[in-house]
């Protein structure tokens, strides 16, 4: 598995966020039963900088805590079945990993965040990768239904891996 970190922040966090990043994705992979090595780009930035993003490819103007960019549509999601299909579209030749896709956090909204709501700042950086992660395996919380699966196997994973509020 290949994880890209980035980080453009100014605000520093004060622990291994490389470390707790990895050890999330890869329960998230576990989890979801992913038959595939994975390459994962992060960015950590500034509340700035996801607005700008949010703007240009979402068309809100607003800062968010993480953006997903799934590089998969899935017919049903977190089924990898047809994937073998088209795997010039969905492999990278060069390593032959899966590529999922991106995910941008703000440092700034989650440490905001983390103090709201009364739990770490590792605890809301690791919620954050967990609930991308399940976007890119192609869940969403549009509907109040979908929203639930994707509550449980976001919490599924953190109460895993033991990070708890």
């Not at 990898?80 to 700034?108: M, Q, W, Y």
């Amino acid at each position: 598995m290949t994880v890209n970190i980035e980080y453009e922040a100014s605000k520093k966090l004060e622990f291994d966020y490389e470390e707790l990043v990895k050890r999330v994705i890869a329960a998230c992979m576990d989890y979801e039963e992913c038959p595939y090595d994975a390459e994962i780009n992060v960015l950590f930035t500034d509340d700035e900088n996801i607005r700008q993003i949010n703007r240009e490819y979402r068309s809100i103007d607003a800062p968010t805590d993480v953006l997903s960019f799934p590089a998969v549509e899935y017919d049903i999601p977190g089924d990898f079945s047809r994937l073998e299909d088209d795997v010039a579209s969905f492999f990278n030749p060069e390593t032959g990993e899966l590529i999922l896709g991106d995910i941008v956090i703000s440092v700034d909204r989650a440490v905001m965040q983390a103090e709201e709501y009364g739990h770490t700042i590792e605890r809301e950086i690791a919620f954050l990768t967990a609930h991308s992660m399940f976007h890119l395996f192609g869940y969403d919380h549009m509907a109040e239904e979908d929203a639930k699966i994707m509550e449980q196997k976001q919490e599924a994973v953190l109460e895993e891996l033991q990070i708890r509020r």
